[in-house]
């Protein structure tokens, strides 16, 4: 199966990666809005330019988008679905109604199949949420995330003056995982379920006092959360935060009949959050191009694929070893 | 949705049970081997004889079938999928692909849907084992059982001369789990995995010693394992040892490229092992009763089962509420 990547930052380096694991895919090429002749591919795989990947509709089975929720994706995808099979790991969770219509209707008319939303959440933890509560309808779902580095919460701290570079951390509250886990159902705030660490490097004649309360301070970013600041030098920062771990915890307990209790739990613990995610896009593209051969058009979730279509095996040995 | 249940002991009464969280599925009758006049449901639905149910045909949308895998499922999954559809709980893992052909060639000739193996393992923990090798195909399996009853543990202590009753707890060796957890992908011999711990009430004039020993000697139930005898009364058994608790782990570690780990982990926690199954297969009841709807015959597994299908929500409320 011929895969693309569109969009050549962690996301798609991360996908570039996973293509080693995965020997029925082949990468055919990156698409980058970048000068082409400026990116250097890990794979020494060809990089063309952005514009000109229409040119490929019909060479390649399944093109990974590997834009950003905010501003990218909810034009790139139903744009490429146009013209190719796509994968995206659109996030925004308000906007999935909307982005999904939109890119249902470019993929139906031009006789594509796409996947929106893949990776880990949304993704494998909403998988997770939506099995929990089908075989368990009486109970109560948490989310943590975390530990790990979030991007968004990052960059906001970024933007404050005097901010050279910053890196937060969401971590989940230990005792709210462990009342969750024992089933306890607790009721819990925004500032009971999570902390946020932030390590920032400021200029020399920064304010310190300032930028720290600036972002405790910060509206739906910090303000709802205990957060704690640090500050450090650019050579810690590259020591020690220069990964993107990341990952978190589903978990519903409830019970099937008067005092009963059971609680499942889904977890991950990822070394490289744009790796992982990138490794869960290409098993999503496999999917989508097995759904496109047998004529399913159209936007679908990973609510919508059988989970045996994810995988390289066929059915009778899927059922034979993992059954 | 009409249900019926077939086979009425701890499974059977799991289904029924989980019924009532269930507002779109409705129990419509029982079929038992026993006399019907012997046997009152707890819900007070109706009870049939057994061997009338293909006078049914036609009434009942999926009828679930809560024989034992030994003797039962073999003869009556395959038998009913020519009347009606079908789910069961099938497993016997060597057989598996033997039982889903009987089975698909009985249900794909009479125009009906079955799907074997539900529950939790195989079920749930096959779907973990699934998605987990497909999103990271580099990496290792575990699974762990327990801390839970093995029902065909404890009938194997039951069979031996001077034995009254046996309850026998398969429990995961923390040591192992934890290593595992860590990523450190330890390779494992069976003892090293789960301890056997076997709750015994005994004959008065009985021989404990040789009765322990005839337990911890017994070829692929105990002797592979450090296995613990704690000799009860009646009144401890019925006290202490009358619940069936199950549960276990998937974990899988691996890696996206080299020096990353990753580590997934799904873990089950349950009070009632029956009422828990029960609940899943209602689930997969509701999948194969769509399924069949859309004109999707023969035998399936939770493989082969879009997520969505479980859920009694429409896509459009899934995708808002759980993505």
Known sequence: MKIAIYGYGNLGRGVETGIAHNPDLELVGIFTRRPPESVKAQTGVPVYAAERAEDFAGQIDVMILCGGSATDLPEMTPEMARHFNVVDSFDTHARIPEHFDRVDRAAFQTGHTALISGGWDPGLFSLARLYMNAVMPEGRDYTFWGRGVSQGHSDAIRRI?????????????????????????????????????????????????????????????????????????????????????????????????????????????????PEFTGSVLLACARAVGKMHARGIFGCHTVFDVAPADLSPLPPEELRKKLL
């Open 161 to 273: 003056p005097g901010v050279l570079d910053a890196r937060q951390y969401t971590v989940p509250v230990a005792e709210a995982v462990e009342q969750v886990k024992a089933g306890k159902q607790p009721e819990l705030s925004t500032r009971q379920k999570h902390l946020r660490e932030c390590y920032v490097v400021v200029a020399e004649n920064a304010d310190r006092e300032e930028i720290a309360r600036t972002i405790r301070e910060m509206p739906n970013y910090f303000a709802d959360y205990d957060t704690t600041v640090t500050f450090i030098t650019e050579e810690e920062m590259k020591r020690d935060h220069s990964a993107l771990p990341h990952g978190g915890e589903v978990i519903r307990s409830g019970s099937t009949s008067e005092g009963t209790r059971h609680v499942m739990d889904f977890s991950l613990k990822l070394d490289s959050n």
